[in-house]
T-cell receptor, first 111, second 115 residues
């Protein structure tokens, strides 16, 4: 399973766009990139998943460059309710033996 | 609401004791995963079951064990509890295990406090 590196924490203000970058230099051909969001004392919640280029859903966008060694989760116009921990996972989710969420990125949104 | 239920929500016990955490996956999901999350730490994968059989093992202690029953609910058994076992324990389920797209749906967790 590819090791991921993401910032420990980030601060933002309401209405701003937030970009969280995850590095995964050892990503394998079959690996997907998946992001989860976790609020305090709750289980993580799936946000978005992608393999290459750009993926967009109603919550976020995921940008993946051609070499796939990194990815960027983009949250448009954040609100206070986006304050959470964001985890980047890389792997073949169907066949991985270990799923490593790591410590994630703690996003704090201020009014 | 993810559709995954966990009981109990809170559990307080003493060192040396044994507890059982229960998880009911989303309807139709065959895979169940267990995770441990200590204070201010990331999630640690413990174990995965698929349709009643153990499929993958993570950093699970020998004092811990799990099983998945024919009705697909799962139980995580923690024995000889130590203070360091105090944590949030999450269960997750997913529909498929042979696909690279394998979204996991997490339950609300069980908060275990060992005194």
């Amino acid at each position: 399973l590819a090791k991921t590196t993401q910032p420990i924490s980030m601060d933002s203000y309401e209405g701003q766009e937030v970009n969280i970058t995850c590095s995964h230099n050892n990503i394998a051909t079959n690996d997907y990139i998946t992001w989860y969001q976790q609020f305090p004392s709750q289980g993580p919640r799936f946000i978005i998943q992608g393999y290459k280029t750009k993926v967009t859903n109603e919550v976020a966008s995921l940008f993946i460059p051609a070499d796939r060694k990194s990815s960027t989760l983009s949250l448009p116009r954040v609100s206070l309710s986006d304050t959470a921990v964001y985890y980047c996972l890389v792997g073949d989710m169907g066949n991985t033996d270990k799923l490593i969420f790591g410590t994630g990125t703690r996003l704090q949104v201020f009014p | 609401d993810s559709g995954v239920t966990q009981t109990p929500k809170h559990l307080i016990t003493a060192t040396g004791q044994r507890v059982t955490l229960r998880c009911s996956p989303r309807s139709g999901d065959l895979s169940v995963y267990w995770y441990q999350q200590s204070l201010d730490q990331g999630l640690q994968f413990l174990i995965q079951y698929y349709n009643g059989e153990e499929r993958a093992k993570g950093n699970i202690l020998e004092r811990f064990s799990a099983q998945q029953f024919p009705d697909l609910h799962s139980e995580l058994n923690l024995s000889s509890l130590e203070l360091g076992d105090s944590a949030l324990y999450f269960c997750a389920s997913s529909a498929r295990t042979q696909s690279s797209y394998n979204e996991q749906f997490f339950g609300p967790g069980t908060r275990l406090t060992v005194l």
